[in-house]
């Protein structure tokens, strides 16, 4: 029985070391230290998670998302700090915690290498902000409205309001087109008349139909020229500015007007037309 309390068990002490109530009151004052650090750190660390995020709440002209992101890496780096002094208060020599830490960030680094360059893409897109949530745009050939953008995926709405999930890798590796950025867009038609019409009377009625519109706008100025002299069909190309929330619906409505327009105003719009000879019979 005695060789078994003098068996050493831990950093050198034997089990008769660690009845004393010497160590016992030490290992409970370790105890309750580490109880005291863990409910400071968590208690500092939603205090300063909840003080980043504000920063982004109280200026408009700050990215929200960008501040929630910050919060986030702030509680966790407090969190893990907490953790090391707990492991200190009992003797673990935490220099060797943070080389394993390491080691097996590297291994997990690797294995999900994939995951993590999405986390980095979802980074860069949170700070230097090529799209943002309300945004139309093409990424990756899908085209449709930014509703929101994690850390991980951006997440689309077509324009059959069906929701699209791109990889944040996918959207920072490719081009981004976002028609939502300026204010204006530039609506184009092309508009074909016979070869027998009056081009300066079709020219006007086009015009005039366009500009009477008020989503039209007279600067810059409109843009009505013949372009083209097709095979069947004197072509005039269009451009006429217009608000970006504008543009579809206007491009839409003025090919419908310009074409009844053109029809009242006796102007003839041609159409492809095949004459098929049949070879006389031998």
């Given at each position: ?8 068990l831990?950093q ?70 907490t ?16 080389a394993v830490?390491?080691?097996a ?13 999405n ?11 090529p799209i943002?949530i ?13 509703k ?21 890798s996918?959207v ?32 006007e ?8 519109d008020?989503r ?14 097709g ?7 269009v451009?006429?500015?217009c ?19 053109l ?6 719009i041609?159409?492809p ?5 049949q070879?006389?019979?031998e």
């Amino acid at each position: 029985m005695q060789d078994l309390f003098e068996t050493e068990l831990w950093q050198g002490k034997t089990i008769a070391d660690l009845l004393t109530l010497e160590f016992l009151a030490s290992a409970a004052g370790s105890v309750i230290g580490a109880i005291v650090i863990l409910l400071l750190g968590w208690v500092i660390s939603s205090w300063l998670q909840h003080r980043v995020e504000n920063l982004g709440k109280r200026n408009k002209h700050l990215d929200e998302m960008l501040f929630e992101f910050l919060a986030s890496i702030v509680r966790y780096v407090v969190l893990g700090f907490t953790v090391l002094f707990v492991l200190n208060t009992f003797g673990v020599k935490t220099t060797s915690v943070v080389a394993v830490i390491g080691a097996a960030g590297l291994a997990i680094g690797l294995a999900l290498q994939g995951t993590l360059s999405n986390v980095a893409a979802g980074v860069m897109l949170i700070l230097f902000r090529p799209i943002k949530i309300g945004d139309f745009v093409v990424i990756a050939g899908e085209m449709g409205t930014v509703k929101q953008i994690n850390l991980n995926y951006t997440v689309l709405a077509d324009l059959s309001n069906v929701q699209v999930i791109v990889p944040n890798s996918e959207v920072w590796g490719n081009v981004i087109t976002n028609y939502s950025v300026n204010p204006t867009r530039r609506a184009e038609w092309t508009f074909g008349v016979g070869y027998g019409a009056n081009l300066k009377t079709a020219e006007e009625i086009i015009r005039s139909t366009i500009m009477a519109d008020e989503r039209a706008h007279a600067d810059p100025e409109p843009f009505v020229q013949v372009s083209n002299l097709g095979d069947s069909s004197v072509d005039f190309l269009v451009r006429v500015w217009c608000s970006a929330d504008d543009y579809f619906a206007f491009k839409a409505d003025m090919t419908r007007k310009v074409k009844e327009a053109l029809d009242e105003g006796g102007v003839d719009i041609p159409f492809p037309t095949r004459t098929i000879v049949q070879a006389a019979a031998e």
